[in-house]
């Protein structure tokens, strides 16, 4: 079996932090994909073709990376996919790396619940997941995020208070 890890992002832009974990990744794995997402509340400064692009050619000489770039929008994924700015296009984020041994996210970490809850029905049986995410959240968190913060504080408060 071919173990393939996955690394996903909306790389807007691509960074030297992104490119240091795409080469380590790929000296690890006999294959890593790169899951190019969008996502319109961050108002990217790059095209998804772009994105790609810096991508492809931040590891232009790494022979196994597959650059996925990944939107909702088909005109995107039609025009990334004619440029040669991706190797394959899909739609759907979660079948982006569906198939992956491996997955790192890279999001807010207040986004990062979300996203898990999104991707987890559909990851392979010992799937391994982790985040690059910044501890620097950029956006509010959301109704969910709270509630699920709420409640781990509420969990630890309990169980303090049940020791002692």
Known sequence: MTIIAAYSGTFDPVTLGHNDIIHRAARMFPKLIVAVGSNIAKNPRFT??????????????????????????????????RLGAVDATEPNPIKAVSNASM??????????????????????????VTDVGSTNPTRPPSTRTRRLANERRSEEHTSEFQSH
């Open 103 to 128: 997955v790192v996210i890279a999001t807010p970490i207040l986004a990062f619940p979300e996203v898990l809850d999104v991707i987890a029905p559909h990851l392979p049986e010992g799937c391994v």
């Open 48 to 81: 998804l073709e772009e994105r790609c692009a810096l991508i492809r050619a931040a590891a232009s000489d790494l022979k196994n990376v597959e650059v996925i770039g990944s939107d909702f929008d088909r005109g995107v994924l039609n025009d990334a996919k």
